[in-house]
T-cell receptor, first 109, second 117 residues
Framework: GEDVEQSLFLSVREGDSSVINCTYT??????LYWYKQEPGAGLQLLTY?????DMKQDQRLTVLLNKKDKHLSLRIADTQTGDSAIYFC?????????FGKGTRLHILP | GAVVSQHPSWVICKSGTSVKIECRSL??????MFWYRQFPKQSLMLMAT?????????EQGVEKDKFLINHASLTLSTLTVTSAHPEDSSFYIC?????????????FGSGTRLTVV
């Protein structure tokens, strides 16, 4: 079955760019998502990309998809303290969504 | 690695009946389990958080008498949709959290699609 992997921790200085990486195994995944979870809150959908796209930009967020390598990344430009959260990568094939374990983004002053 | 098994993956039921969804952590003890609901083309919405052996904490707007959550052991949580109606049709996902403090990780089930007819 589908497996989604992402690193557990990332530390970035305020103002720098954050890049969170994710790999998945099922090449038939049609949608790929990035979710954000702030402390004590539920998941918030940040952005998603269709599998036939290779890039999507939305304000400070840029998603890159390398379908050949099954690699997805989320770039947050000008990282701010409010970006401190856990970021989940997820892949959807058919009716199932498989999530990664989440990357905890820590912002350094 | 940590695995969460969610069952069933899809279910169709008649209006007025109850449906139980199970979420099991297969190789770790889940201190906390979360239940989410996702409507088409929308984000996941947290419904409730349950800690083993205690009552679930429901998010605002979620009817606790309608969505019964039981977390009787460290490896099993169940969500029962009681007296289901067509508007309860949705995609339900559980998530289990292992460990404590800053080192905990989340593992998600693969979801259950509920269709109420």
């Amino acid at each position: 079955g589908e497996d989604v992997e992402q690193s557990l921790f990332l530390s970035v200085r305020e103002g720098d760019s954050s890049v969170i990486n994710c790999t998945y195994t099922d090449s038939s995944s049609t949608y790929l998502y990035w979710y954000k979870q702030e402390p004590g809150a539920g998941l918030q959908l940040l952005t998603y990309i269709f599998s036939n796209m290779d890039m999507k930009q939305d304000q400070r967020l840029t998603v890159l998809l390398n379908k050949k390598d099954k690699h997805l990344s989320l770039r947050i430009a000008d990282t701010q303290t409010g970006d401190s959260a856990i970021y989940f990568c997820a892949a959807r094939g058919d009716d199932k969504i498989i999530f990664g374990k989440g990357t905890r983004l820590h912002i350094l002053p | 690695g940590a695995v969460v098994s969610q069952h069933p993956s899809w279910v169709i039921c008649k209006s007025g009946t109850s449906v139980k969804i199970e979420c099991r952590s297969l190789d770790f003890q889940a201190t906390t389990m979360f239940w989410y609901r996702q409507f088409p083309k929308q984000s996941l919405m947290l419904m409730a958080t349950s800690n083993e052996g205690s009552k679930a904490t429901y998010e605002q707007g979620v009817e606790k008498d309608k969505f019964l959550i039981n977390h009787a052991s460290l490896t099993l949580s169940t969500l029962t949709v009681t007296s289901a109606h067509p508007e309860d049709s949705s995609f339900y996902i559980c998530s289990a959290r292992s460990g404590r403090g800053q080192l905990y990780g989340y593992t998600f089930g693969s979801g259950t699609r509920l269709t109420v007819v």
